[in-house]
């Protein structure tokens, strides 16, 4: 029979393998989402910004050069995603999410649509991450 620690300690490390796969799994949706709607905005700039409703940027390298640095950005999401409690800059990747949201929300009107997009992977990264770290702490159990 086993005892109290023992079963604690396999609920602990089942809550973290399992908050931990959740959360590579929404990071790697995230950058999969990030990827396509950058090379689509690349491809297609003019009709992309026309959807939007906002206004042809001239010249238009410049909204495809920041379809460009969303890429970059993702390619830095890739080591969390791969193994998200070894490396602790898995935060500053979704605090990254947030920092987008908030720059377009000052910024504001039509472009808000291009922060609405990283609350949706950033809260449930967040909310993710936070438990598995907490269940990869000693005494870390889900209550």
Same mark, same amino acid.
């Given at each position: 029979m086993t005892t109290g620690?023992?079963?604690?300690?396999?609920?602990?490390?089942?809550?973290? @393998?399992? @908050? @931990?796969?959740?959360f590579k799994v929404v990071k790697w949706l995230g950058i999969a989402a990030n990827v396509i709607v950058a090379v689509?905005?690349?491809?297609?700039?003019?009709?992309?910004l026309n959807v939007l409703h906002i206004e042809i940027?001239?010249?238009?390298?410049?909204?495809?050069?920041?379809?460009?640095?969303l890429i970059l950005l993702s390619i830095f999401y890739v080591p969390s995603a791969i193994d998200p409690l070894y490396h602790r800059y898995s935060v500053v990747a979704v605090i990254c999410r947030f920092g987008g949201f908030?720059?377009?929300?000052?910024?504001?009107?039509r472009y808000?649509?291009?922060?609405?997009?990283?609350?949706?992977?950033?809260i449930p990264q967040a909310v993710l991450l936070l438990f598995a770290w907490k269940f990869s702490q000693p005494?870390?159990?889900a209550r």
């Open positions: 620690p023992e079963i604690s300690h396999s609920r602990r490390s089942f809550g973290t @393998a399992a @908050a @931990a796969q959740c689509i905005s690349i491809i297609w700039t003019d009709a992309v940027a001239q010249p238009v390298v410049w909204p495809r050069f920041a379809a460009f640095l908030a720059f377009f929300t000052i910024v504001g009107g808000i649509i291009f922060g609405l997009f990283d609350p949706k992977c950033g005494g870390g159990t």
